[in-house]
């Protein structure tokens, strides 16, 4: 496999990733946001599906971004009967985001971003390294 398709994959990699890392902040951002209307729907936790795609050109196979998606699943109530998007019965319903969750997955996705950067880091020394042995 020549360099500049290593290079090529990883990007690919980090692009996946830096949309997973977009996502995991939304969630965070919006883990304590509520509904603005009485009885009304808050947030809902989204979560980032990856696929496998070939790229004829390169001949390799690409991770992508196959879907940005609300996660199903119940919201918290938390009684509150004072808050303005409270239910009849004085619930509001709150986003479905565990923040521990997020920060575990927004760990993982670094941790996968830093790896793809450190294999693009290897090839670009690896082409410099034999520019100059070329040169010598």
């Not at 009485?38 to 795609?53: C, E, H, I």
Request: charge should be positive; charged fraction near 25%; avoid cysteine.
């Amino acid at each position: 496999m020549d360099l500049s398709r290593s290079m090529k994959i990883a990007a690919a990699g980090l692009d996946a990733q830096a949309t997973r890392l977009k996502t995991v902040s939304e969630n965070l951002a919006n883990a304590s946001s509520t509904a603005n209307t009485p009885g009304g729907l808050p947030y809902r936790r989204k979560a980032v599906t990856f696929a496998n795609v070939l790229d004829r050109a390169l001949e390799a196979r690409l991770v992508k971004v196959a879907k940005v998606e609300e996660v199903p699943g119940n919201f918290e109530r938390r009684y509150d009967p004072t808050h303005p998007a409270a239910d009849k019965d004085g619930y509001v319903l709150t986003p479905n985001v565990n923040p521990l969750l997020e920060l575990m997955d927004m760990r993982e996705a670094q941790r996968s971003y830093q790896a793809n950067l450190n294999v693009i880091d290897a090839a670009k020394t690896m082409i410099s390294r034999t520019l100059d042995l070329l040169h010598s």
